[in-house]
Nanobody, 121 residues
Framework: QVRLVESGGGLVQPGGSLRLSCAAS????????MRWYRQALGEERDLVAV???????NYADSVTGRFTISRDNAKKTVYLQMNSLIPEDTAVYYC???????????????WGQGTQVTVSS
């Protein structure tokens, strides 16, 4: 069974930094795109950043220049480095990945449980 487990959330002051991690485990043949989403209270879940298996990354306009997504394929882990945080970044951050559990199965979407990020003084 495939699992995604996030870590690294917490409380940070405006202007501060946090690094989120999301590790995949279980029966995994390969991992395609990996993404970070976030959902603020009362809002829809929005895409923050995506990184392909080759390392190509794209970002939401609201985080471009402040956030960096990266991945370590050997560790089956995706990261989100968040700098210059502002209160509007407060949300639950979710990891998402397209994973092939075996070479006989096409990619399926998997989600982590989410980690809270709060930006406040």
């Amino acid at each position: 069974q495939v699992r995604l487990v996030e870590s690294g959330g917490g409380l940070v002051q405006p202007g501060g930094s946090l690094r989120l991690s999301c590790a995949a485990s279980g029966s995994i043949f390969s991992i395609d795109a990996m993404r970070w989403y976030r959902q603020a209270l009362g809002e829809e879940r929005d895409l923050v950043a995506v990184i392909g298996s080759g390392g190509t990354a794209n970002y939401a306009d609201s985080v471009t220049g402040r956030f960096t997504i990266s991945r370590d394929n050997a560790k089956k882990t995706v990261y989100l480095q968040m700098n210059s945080l502002i209160p509007e970044d407060t949300a639950v951050y979710y990891c998402n990945a397209d994973i092939r559990p075996s070479r006989f199965i096409t990619s399926l979407p998997y989600w982590g449980q989410g980690t809270q990020v709060t930006v406040s003084s």
